[in-house]
């Protein structure tokens, strides 16, 4: 396809800014101490996203309790006491986390973890103890991560296991890691328990098609069962108990087609009550029916996709959230006992009513798997309208309705945005995701093709005007589509994205080494096929890579390393078509300071401008 540079429409005025959709949102993950007096959640506090706490039952007191000054706090969790909160930061995007822990009350903010170069992981806790928390670190081995018991008060850290070459660890109630899984050697896995102190033995095992999905949750409160998702015997996932003496399973929730996806466990008993199915739209299925009434009582309160972010102790009082695909986020603290709600914020409140409406599609790709997705028009128009593919990463992940502020900026532009899950995505059963082994760049990329073909046919997308977007995986897509279908595309935009599978695959950290046996199987193997690889890589492709391109990376980014980019520019630059590159000095894998962010989309939606004649917002605006 000929590249033609258009003359940009400028939105000033009627687009949504893009600070409303790209800038820190203003309330964030809400969730309720232990001992259910707190409520916690995260806000911006001079322009840096911070935690913030307030009593419940009131509206005047809410206070921030952290400080951070630099890349901000979004995910946190109360510790077990109701006095503390814990959480984790990286510096720059580096992924080697510090656990730090504030106190509700005095603000006093301490580093538990203080070893550079070490990432920490919180691995467990059990409300029922109060006093102290299991974390990873991978200071002796940067490949593994030992379980220290971490005194939350005093800082404490003792070593209580030497990890022998497990992922997923799993503690029961007494704190005492008792399950791991093992990756093997030909991509499968296996899961192994032991008795306190005792050997390591194994409990299930399964091969590489039931690898991904196969995931240890948690004990019951005797510490005799193990609960468990996996895909072993059937296609999509389900939720079975398994018997730790004898092996023997017990399904407790399953989908024909749908893998399951969270579980919610009532931490005083131990038991698994809801669980969801991601389908076009979440479902979420009660497994009592004391729980039931509670989810017929939430279901009248709002009509978006219900989610149970957070409870309390005594599982008496719930923290719900709402999410929609047009619209902000309503959370609320619901009280199972009086089956009030008491409305507490939306997370972007000044998006409500100025958002596009997002439809489910599916089609039948070239060789007759049934592809889904999501479509999102622009306000007023649905004929042939320029379109922008926006790819997910992973790639073992999906693409749901929700919000998202991708998709709703390019429709509010004037683009068709198409999201697809593609093959390999996860959700929809073992055979699909498995159907993606080693098919990047081929039937991964074929399935986006089709997707376009769809839109074409109906009479939504003018293929003339057809651009392709994608962070991660979703950046290797688009750099796959402009050195093996350019044809198909006016431009491209890749952020973050692998150029070269050969050196990525050589890159991988070490903590990820552990599943390097299925992460082979999946993509393919660069000490036994490198050639193959190579076939499948955008870097030696380059010689075709004549469309406008758009690349920006993270310099701290350690999955998708700087090397990734910067080969494929010099490349690029090489052949006489040199890309846009923004490099982002203090950024890791994506964007997570506001100020990037805002770059990065103000850069990406003049170039979209330019090259397929939407609207855009000039970036002093």
Known sequence: MTSTAQHPKTG???????????????????????????????????????????????????????????????????????????????????????????????????????????????????LQITDRVLVGLNKNNPRLHD????????????????????????????LDVRAGVRSDQDGGRTILVREVGGEWRPLLTVDQIDALSTVPLGFDGDGRRLLVKTSADVNATRLVWIDVESGEQEVVAEDPTYDVGSVFVDDSTKLPVLVSFQRERLHTQALTREIQRDLDTLAALDDGDLHIVAADRANRTWVVSY???????????????????EFLFHDRPCLAGR?????????????????????????????????????????????????NPEAQWLADRGY???????????????????????????????????????????????????????????????????AFTPEV???????????????????IPPYFTLMLAEIYAQVGNPDTEPEFLRSRSPYFHADSMTLPML???????????????????????????????????????????PANRLTFYARAEWFLAQHLDGQYEPESA
Not at 87 to 93: I, S, V, W
Not at 324 to 341: E, F, I, K, L, Q
Request: aromatic content about 8%; glycine content about 10%.
């Open 12 to 126: 000033v005025g009627s687009v949504v800014p893009r600070v409303d959709l790209f800038g820190n949102p203003e309330h964030i993950t809400p969730s309720i101490s232990p001992d259910g007096r707190w409520l916690a959640w995260v806000a911006p506090h001079e322009g840096v996203l911070n935690v913030w706490v307030r009593q419940v039952g009131t509206d005047d007191d809410a206070r921030p309790v952290t400080a951070d000054r630099d890349r901000g706090i979004r995910e946190y969790m109360w510790a077990p006491d109701s006095a503390h909160i814990l959480y984790l930061r990286d510096q720059g995007g580096d992924e080697n986390s510090h656990l730090y822990v504030v106190s509700v009350r005095s603000g006093e903010v301490r580093d538990l973890t203080p070893f550079d170069g070490v990432k920490a992981v919180l691995l467990a806790q059990e």
């Open 416 to 482: 068709l945005c198409i999201q697809v899950n593609f093959r390999g995505s996860t959700g929809y059963g073992k055979a699909f995701t498995a159907a993606g082994n080693r098919e990047w760049g081929a039937k991964m990329h074929t399935d986006l093709l089709d997707a376009i073909t769809f839109a074409v046919e109906s009479g939504y997308a003018d293929p003339d005007r057809i651009g392709i977007y994608g962070c991660s995986y979703g950046g290797y897509a688009a750099l796959g589509a402009a």
């Open 323 to 341: 999410v929609h695909a047009d619209g902000p986020t309503a959370s609320y603290v619901y009280d199972r006992v009086t089956s009030r709600a």
């Open 489 to 507: 595309f006016r431009c491209a935009i890749s952020l973050c994205g692998p150029s070269n599978l050969e050196t990525l695959l050589r890159a």
């Open 147 to 174: 379980v220290y018991e971490l005194h939350v008060a005093s800082g404490d850290l003792v070593k209580v296991l030497d990890n022998p070459g497990l992922l997923c660890l799993v503690a029961d109630s007494q």
């Open 355 to 403: 958002l596009n409406d997002v439809k489910p599609f599916s089609f039948t790709a070239r060789d007759g798997l049934e592809i889904h997705g999501y479509l999102t028009f622009p306000a007023g128009n649905a004929e042939k309208l320029p379109a922008v593919l926006l790819v997910h990463g992973g790639p073992w992940a999906r693409d749901t309705w929700r919000l």
């Open 551 to 593: 690349i920006a990376q993270g310099a701290n980014d350690v999955r998708v390393p700087q090397a990734e980019s910067d080969q494929i520019v010099a490349k690029l630059r090489a052949n006489g078509v040199p890309p846009e590159y923004l490099l982002f000095k203090d950024e890791g894998h994506g964007l997570e300071k």
